[in-house]
C-alpha cells in the first residue's frame, strides 16, 4: 500500500521560512497526484491551504505558497508567524478515486 | 457559506456497526463529492471514502470491506457505516465536501466514536 511520507516536524523561528515536504514509498509527486495542503490546530477541524499544486485557499495568507520540488510538493511558510504553529498534511490523489492523506508534519514557532 | 454537521452515538460496543450521518446546509448534496475522515486520538488524518450524488462510491482499500456510504438528498445528507468496529476504529470522525479541484474545501468539525465495551 502506498504511504505518503512528511517529515515528523519542524521548527522555523519566527519571521523564518519553513518548506515541508510529501513524498511517495515508491515513485514521484507530480501536478497530476492533485496536491492539496491542510493545517490543523489542536482540537480544530483541518482548515484548506493550498489545492492543485500551488492554488492558495480563499482567505489564506500570501506567505503560503505549494509547489513541486524535485520529486516530491512541498508547503513553503515565508515569514512564520506564530500562529502557523500546527500539524499540517498533505493529500494526493492517486488515481482510481483513492485519496491518501501524509503522514503529518508538526511545526514549531519558536 | 457551506456547513457541515456530523451526528451519531459516541459510544460503539466492538464488533457493532459504527454509524453516522453529516448534514450539510449551504450547498446541494446533489451536487460535489462528499467525503468521510477520520483521526485517531493523538495520530494522523487517514481518508475513508466519498460519495458521489449519483450513489457512486469509493472508499479506502484497507476500510472498503467494512464501509457502505449513502446519501439522502431529500435531507441534504449522507451518511458512514462501518461495521465490525474494534478499538483501532476510535477516532474523530469528520465529513467534508469536495471542491473542484481534488481538494476537500469545507470540513465538519468532527464527532468522537470511540469503540468500547
Known amino acids: 500500500q502506498t504511504v505518503v511520507t512528511q517529515e515528523p516536524s519542524f521548527s522555523v523561528s519566527p519571521g523564518g521560512t519553513v518548506t515541508l515536504t510529501c513524498g511517495l514509498s515508491s515513485g514521484s509527486v507530480s501536478t497530476s497526484h492533485y496536491p492539496s495542503w491542510y493545517q490543523q490546530t489542536p482540537g480544530q477541524a483541518p482548515r484548506t491551504l493550498i489545492y492543485?499544486?500551488?492554488t492558495r485557499s480563499s482567505g489564506v495568507p500570501d506567505r503560503f505558497s505549494g509547489s513541486i520540488l524535485g520529486n516530491k510538493a512541498a508547503l513553503t511558510i515565508t515569514g512564520a508567524q506564530a500562529d502557523d504553529e500546527s500539524d499540517y498534511y498533505c493529500?494526493?490523489?492517486?488515481?482510481?478515486?483513492?485519496?491518501?492523506f501524509g503522514t503529518g508534519t508538526n511545526v514549531t514557532v519558536l | 457559506q457551506v456547513q457541515l454537521q456530523e451526528s451519531g452515538p459516541g459510544l460503539v460496543k466492538p464488533s457493532e456497526t459504527l454509524s453516522l450521518t453529516c448534514t450539510v446546509s449551504g450547498a446541494s448534496i446533489s451536487s460535489y463529492y462528499w467525503s468521510w475522515i477520520r483521526q485517531p486520538p493523538g495520530k494522523g488524518l487517514e481518508w475513508i471514502g466519498y460519495i458521489y450524488y449519483t450513489g457512486s462510491t469509493n472508499c479506502s482499500p484497507s476500510l472498503k470491506s467494512r464501509v457502505t456510504m449513502a446519501l439522502d438528498a431529500s435531507k441534504n445528507q449522507f451518511s458512514l457505516k462501518l461495521s465490525s468496529v474494534t478499538a483501532a476504529d476510535t477516532a474523530v470522525y469528520y465529513c467534508a465536501k469536495y471542491g473542484d479541484a481534488y481538494n476537500l474545501d469545507y470540513w465538519g468539525q468532527g464527532t468522537l466514536v470511540t469503540v468500547s465495551s
Open positions: 493529500v494526493l490523489y492517486m488515481g482510481s478515486g483513492i485519496y491518501v
Open positions: 492543485r499544486t500551488n
